[in-house]
């Protein structure tokens, strides 16, 4: 299973009037580790545009577990869950010190051609990657 983990400290800047991590911040951890998979495995945004693709977000279903205080270590979790022709998807975990889970998603992914926008077969090398 090709799964990583990236550490991230809450910020003061992360939290709502409720004194816990925005939901919205949340989902930006998970790009954020989304980014890092794709950074090690080879596959930075630069070189998924120099084989003429992108892929972009099409559904993100979050479940929000327990609440994260500033201060707290995170690790973002990412691992291919699925992938068809032209979509994929990702399941992810943000995870307290103890290990518990304070949120899991599941993202999927389109891939498109960066000309047409539409659409394309998810590329070989990306496939390669989802599927190690």
Known sequence: MNEIGLDVIVRSTEIDV???VNNAKFVE???WGREEWYDRNALPYDRLESMG???VT???NVN???ECRQGEVLTIVTRPERMGRTSFA???EIRKADGSVAVDAVVTLVTIDTTTRKPRPVPAELAAALTT
Do not use: K, P
């Open 18 to 20: 409720n004194a816990h």
């Open 29 to 31: 951890y998970l790009e």
């Open 58 to 60: 099409v559904n993100v």
């Open 53 to 55: 693709m992108a892929t």
């Open 90 to 92: 990702f399941r992810q």
């Open 64 to 66: 929000y577990r327990s």
